[in-house]
């Protein structure tokens, strides 16, 4: 039996058309599959849906420092060597 060897040059042109190919296919299923739901949703019935309730207001501490920027301050100082975020009691931060 004698041993075949494919070229080189046939490996790469297989490889790429495959994936030309397959990427193509993959650009039309898309197409078709975005025509078919627009259809879909065409044809459904439209509702009206409720405006949404705007959202609260955050509500912001009498110091003028919100909690997040609090605990971003405490997470920066806890990764410090020495500091103890357990011994932290109270905290008292101030807009200079």
Known sequence: ??????????????????????????????????????????????????????APAPAVPSDGVPDEIKVAILAALAQQPGFDLARVERIDIRRV
Do not use: C, R, Y
């Not at 070229?7 to 025509?35: C, E, P, Q, R, Y």
């Not at 259809?39 to 459904?44: D, N």
């Open 1 to 54: 039996m004698p041993e075949q060897h494919v070229s080189n040059l046939f490996v790469v042109v297989m490889g790429m058309g495959v994936t030309f190919v397959g990427l193509i296919l993959i650009i039309f299923l898309t197409m078709l599959m975005g025509k078919l739901l627009g259809v879909a949703q065409k044809s459904a019935p439209q509702t009206a849906a409720p405006a949404p309730a705007p």
